[in-house]
T-cell receptor, first 111, second 111 residues
Framework: NAGVTQTPKFQVLKTGQSMTLQCAQD?????MSWYRQDPGMGLRLIHY???????DQGEVPNGYNVSRSTTEDFPLRLLSAAPSQTSVYFC??????????FGDGTRLSIL | GQNIDQPTEMTATEGAIVQINCTYQ??????LFWYQQHAGEAPTFLSY????GLEEKGRFSSFLSRSKGYSYLLLKELQMKDSASYLC????????????FGRGTSLIVHP
């Protein structure tokens, strides 16, 4: 099993560009979530999903969209990139009530 | 929501014991997790507590007191490779089963 796979690992964008961060898991986990991690701020929840077709907002959802058309995939879309979105992004998955399995992260810089 | 507090940084000596504390306030507690995160890597699951008491797993133990809103992670026989951030995460009864993370404690182990 590959676990949780995130692509790309690194990305540089210009302000105003849009892009999609990909996340896929092969563990048949119902729960998936996206976090951003900034120095001194810990992991902050952006959006999460409790199953295919169901998504909800976390603590810092503004500027991001998600969809969950399949159990395996949970892409995160930046609509119009801003320098404040420079961060490390982690995708995680879990069974209901279980511990989270994290991807290796995407390091995103916005100029 | 939750309010989670951890010390920002701790230092300890190789071979020693260190205790990392986590206090939290939540409207309805439903479990506490500890994760380890090495620099530049993804968080990995260490332990889970939902009932009061001590959970032991090799060199690592985690304790929970629900009445005091308090947990600690105890690391014994410290090794250099234990230098990492330790993240406390609390899940409440809100229904999403997605935990909220504290800002993490950076542990530096020196010879």
């Amino acid at each position: 099993n590959a676990g949780v796979t995130q692509t790309p690992k690194f990305q540089v964008l210009k302000t105003g560009q849009s892009m999609t961060l990909q996340c896929a898991q092969d563990m048949n986990h119902e729960y998936m979530s996206w976090y951003r991690q900034d120095p001194g701020m810990g992991l902050r929840l952006i959006h999460y999903s409790v199953g295919a077709g169901i998504t909800d907002q976390g603590e810092v959802p503004n500027g991001y969209n998600v969809s969950r058309s399949t159990t395996e995939d949970f892409p995160l879309r930046l609509l119009s990139a801003a320098p404040s979105q420079t961060s490390v992004y982690f995708c995680a998955s879990s069974l209901q009530g279980g511990s989270q399995h994290f991807g290796d992260g995407t390091r995103l810089s916005i100029l | 929501g939750q309010n989670i507090d951890q010390p920002t940084e701790m230092t300890a000596t190789e071979g020693a014991i260190v205790q990392i504390n986590c206090t939290y306030q939540t409207s309805g507690f439903n479990g506490l997790f500890w994760y380890q995160q090495h620099a530049g890597e993804a968080p990995t699951f260490l332990s889970y507590n939902v009932l009061d008491g001590l959970e032991e797993k090799g060199r690592f133990s985690s304790f929970l007191s629900r009445s005091k809103g308090y947990s600690y992670l105890l690391l014994k026989e410290l090794q250099m490779k234990d230098s990492a951030s330790y993240l406390c995460a609390v899940r409440d009864e809100g229904g999403s089963y997605i935990p909220t993370f504290g800002r993490g404690t950076s542990l530096i182990v020196h010879p």
